[in-house]
């Protein structure tokens, strides 16, 4: 089973892992693992923290990206809000297309094309 595959089954039953300060290490709510789970994430550790990284760097460009567009319509408050929501509510493996599609509606000040 990939990293990616790994964590959207966690993801799918409500578990989000996440890794230490160090970078070494994942840690998940006590109890909520099944053995299955446990077996897949010691074998593939390694792997699933470059994956839940890397998903970290997309959520955060994602963000940056969605906030951009409401600065471009002069949003309110609870729109960006809303729109902050509505972003994370997307899967993981899909918020690296949205944020490309918002990066190219709205590059940052500092893109040069």
């Known amino acids: 089973m990939s990293a990616e595959a790994i964590l959207a089954d966690l993801l799918a039953?409500?578990?989000e892992p996440e890794v230490t300060e160090d970078g070494a290490?994942?840690?998940v709510p006590a109890g909520v693992l099944t053995p299955d789970q446990r077996v897949a994430i010691r074998d593939n550790?390694?792997?699933?923290i470059l994956c839940i990284q890397e998903s970290a760097r997309t959520t955060a460009e994602l963000l940056d990206a969605a906030m951009r567009a409401c600065d471009h319509h002069n949003d309110s408050p609870q729109?960006?809000?809303e729109m902050?929501?509505?972003?994370?509510?997307?899967?993981p493996f899909q918020r690296a297309d949205l944020a490309n599609?918002?990066?190219s509606q709205?590059?940052?000040r500092n893109h040069k094309p």
Not at 45 to 48: D, G, S
Not at 84 to 91: A, N, T, V
């Open 13 to 15: 039953h409500g578990i």
């Open 45 to 48: 550790k390694a792997a699933l």
């Open 84 to 91: 902050r929501r509505q972003c994370l509510e997307i899967p």
């Open 106 to 108: 709205y590059p940052s």
């Open 101 to 103: 599609h918002f990066k």
């Open 25 to 27: 290490h994942l840690t």
């Open 79 to 81: 729109a960006r809000e």
